[in-house]
């Protein structure tokens, strides 16, 4: 396997979730901001979350969208972090690929929808079953998905050598 690499899966929605894969597929890091952090706070998080060796991670972000019928000042609370991180991520010279939320849950033959957030704790926990206390609590389902986008991104994108 390839392990000179860092995986950063992102749920951007209104408290930003991040979880990061190294290369011996180990879940190293996963934990939500504050709601009321600054970019300033998530460029700190994402500089100590780079490869050891110096390669640049890969940072995988869930595209987020305003939902029909949504009013402008809702939709922008939404996508605006979601932009404010591709910059940080492109300031970092990190590698950046935004995947839309059916890409990746369909992957792990999960259902979108809100009502269903709670079956990303269930399947990362099948990943890392050691690790299932940083699933509990307060924003657990946005760090699972934050991992699982990583883990996808593992699964689909990072070869064998």
Request: glycine content about 6%; some cysteine; aromatic content about 10%.
């Amino acid at each position: 396997m390839n392990n000179d690499y860092a995986v950063i899966g992102i749920d951007p929605g209104l408290s930003i979730a991040m979880a990061r894969i190294d290369g011996d597929g180990d879940l190293t890091h996963c934990f939500t901001c504050d709601k009321d952090s600054t970019p300033t706070e998530w460029m700190q998080l994402l500089k100590g979350m780079r490869t050891y060796s110096g390669r640049k991670p890969t940072v995988v972000c869930e595209s987020v969208f305003g939902m029909p019928h949504q009013d402008l000042s809702s939709t922008l609370k939404l996508v605006r972090p979601r932009f404010i991180l591709e910059g940080i991520v492109s300031a970092l010279e990190y590698n950046w690929m935004a995947v839309p939320a059916a890409v990746w849950k369909k992957h792990f033959n999960l259902p979108g929808g809100a009502a269903n957030k709670q079956l990303s704790v269930k399947a990362v926990n099948s990943y890392w079953p050691k690790k299932y206390a940083r699933f509990k609590g307060n924003r657990a389902n946005d760090k699972a998905e934050a991992a699982l986008m990583a883990l996808w991104y593992v699964q689909t994108h990072i070869t064998n050598d």
